[in-house]
């Protein structure tokens, strides 16, 4: 409705504009002065449509909503233990799926999927005591040395890594736990909660390694 009468309007007033120069001319033709004065009223009528129009079309210029890319922050929550055991001693107890079972109380039952040379790494997969199931891929790893894991399940929109590093000391080794997540800056996560699964998790492993000095590295439940 907006729409018809504005058209309308329009039409009224370039068929007013048209009248008026028709007019100017007659009047200049009759060697009138004042057809001078109207045609200038032509002139400006047409001049002040054109801006009209043009603002009109500017303002009903549908604007390019540019989308802003969420920011995001990494936070690190980093653990360390040392043992007086060799790294591949306390390697051979933290990295078979199945020694979940001894690390963790949560745990019953822990199996693994070998990875693919050009497809997912290997896939941990933990059944727990609450009837939930947890899973984790080891995207990266240094026998011996260097293991990366990030969450799978439960799905989480916040993206989490785990990093386990064994380092020769003069009397063992030390392995350091690196919990990383990315998330959005304003998003608040409790690293409090982290650094304490870690500590209890690098406890755990100094329990198992002191109960068994000569522990060959099978696990057992």
């Not at 919990?179 to 909660?193: G, H, K, L």
Request: proline share 7%.
């Amino acid at each position: 409705m907006k729409t018809a009468v504005l058209t309308y309007i329009s039409i009224l007033a370039l068929s007013g504009l048209v009248a008026l120069s028709v007019l100017g001319a007659v009047l200049l033709q009759r060697e009138d002065p004042r057809g001078i004065g109207v045609l200038a009223l032509v002139v400006g009528g047409l001049l002040m449509t054109f801006v009209l129009a043009v603002t009109q079309s500017i303002k009903t210029k549908p604007r390019k909503v540019i989308a802003r890319k969420p920011e995001f922050k990494t936070v690190t929550t980093t653990t360390t233990a040392e043992y007086p055991h060799s790294s591949e001693v306390v390697w051979a107890l933290i990295k078979p799926a199945e020694s979940a079972t001894l690390l963790s109380e949560n745990v019953i039952q822990a199996v693994s999927v070998p990875g693919l040379p050009d497809g997912p790494g290997e896939r941990q997969c933990f059944f727990l005591r609450n009837g939930q199931i947890e899973v984790i891929e080891v995207i990266e790893e240094i026998p011996g040395r260097l293991a990366v894991t990030q969450a799978l399940l439960p799905p989480s929109p916040v993206s989490q890594r785990t990093t386990y590093r064994l380092d020769t000391t003069a009397v063992g080794c030390r392995l350091t736990v690196e919990d990383s997540a990315e998330v959005p800056v304003d998003f608040s996560i409790d690293q409090q909660t982290a650094k304490d699964h870690s500590e209890s998790f690098l406890a755990r492993v100094r329990e198992l390694l002191d109960a068994r000095p000569a522990w060959d590295g099978s696990p057992t439940v």
